[in-house]
């Protein structure tokens, strides 16, 4: 089985050369790779120039759009029957192709994702991240890579999807945070079958600062009711957490002026996630900062799911984001 790489980037050269040295080392060589230059003002066009002679690339430019029109530009080039979307912060292991056609080519599904991990060359910062992201004190662990009793919606920093059911969807939508899972849901919605792949893991790099992460994780709290009312049902218990975590934090805070002993209640909850990614990471210091990844986390996935229910459900306004034009500042 050969594949189409569809690699969408903005203002990320230093990422796509990683990315694309990694792509160098696959041990099955039965794939493309497509390379959609976003309307950067920092191009990766000599970067892709440089790789061009070890493996197939094609690379074009478009005016900037958002990620999910600049897939489906990437997509329209591609010549394989699979499609597969990265991320430009991904670093991609060497067994991943061969993984993918293994599994593909005996269990085959319309679509598939697979989990993301941190090499030891990450920051402690990159490695609190990935942590934050991954970790059941955060998120449940729904997106640890464990498969789920519900059905799998796989995340477009690492999905294939087949043409047939990718030109059936007609691509991905206009919303700009949010929309690999409506992508996802869309697949489900019309009955295509889809599928974890736990050895598909690739190295996701993320965001270098917290308070980028913070940008990233407060457009995901807006995205879930955009999603929810785009897709009525799809909204779960586990993603009405954060927003009762940053309630509870702050009755927590208010109750200290009586009973200061309440104060117990985020020490505890720190010291859980500093003992279990200390263990995890093998680091005390990745495991101090994943403390501040966590409550960066929820604060901000959870203010920004408490916004988008005041604005969107109580208020009845249209569909909006936030820091869209600093996004990765």
Not at 155 to 175: D, E, I, T, W
Not at 180 to 207: C, M, N, Q, W
Request: glycine share 8%; hydrophobic share 40%; net charge positive.
């Amino acid at each position: 089985m050969n594949f189409s790489v569809v690699i969408p980037v903005y203002n990320r050269p230093e990422e796509i050369e990683e990315l694309l040295d990694s792509l160098t080392r696959q041990s099955s060589k039965n794939f493309e790779v497509i390379i959609a230059e976003d309307g950067s003002s920092k191009k990766c066009d000599r970067i892709v120039q440089k790789y061009a002679s070890r493996i197939p690339v094609v690379y074009f430019e478009k005016p900037n759009s958002g990620p999910g029109p600049t897939r489906n530009a990437g997509a329209e080039k591609a010549k394989y029957d699979y499609l597969i979307f990265f991320d430009s912060d991904c670093i991609i292991p060497e067994h991943y192709m061969e993984y993918v056609s293994f599994y593909l080519e005996r269990n085959f599904v319309d679509a598939y994702g697979g989990p993301d991990n941190a090499l030891p060359s990450f920051t402690a910062v990159q490695k609190a991240i990935n942590y934050s992201m991954t970790s059941f004190f955060t998120t449940g662990g729904i997106r640890g890579g464990k498969k789920s009793m519900d059905r799998f919606h796989p995340r477009s920093f690492n999905l294939g999807v087949s043409q047939k059911a990718f030109k059936a969807l007609g691509g991905y939508g206009k919303m700009r945070f949010g929309e690999d899972i409506d992508f996802s849901l869309r697949l489900l919605e019309k009955g295509f079958k889809t599928a974890l792949i736990p050895e598909a893991f690739v190295y996701h790099k993320r965001r270098s600062t917290f308070g980028q992460f913070f940008k990233q994780v407060y457009n995901s709290g807006i995205a879930r009711i955009n999603l929810h009312l785009a897709h009525p049902g799809s909204l779960r218990f586990v993603h009405l957490l954060p927003s009762f975590f940053v309630t509870a934090m702050i009755l927590t805070l208010l109750l200290t002026v009586f009973y200061s002993i309440v104060l117990l209640v985020p020490v505890l909850y720190s010291l859980l996630v500093l003992i279990d990614s200390t263990v995890r990471n093998r680091s005390l210091k990745v495991g101090l900062y994943s403390i501040a990844a966590a409550w960066t986390q929820l604060f901000g996935y959870g203010t920004g799911f408490i916004a988008a229910v005041w604005k969107r459900l109580i208020l009845k306004k249209g569909e909006f984001n936030a820091f869209e034009k600093k996004f990765y500042e």
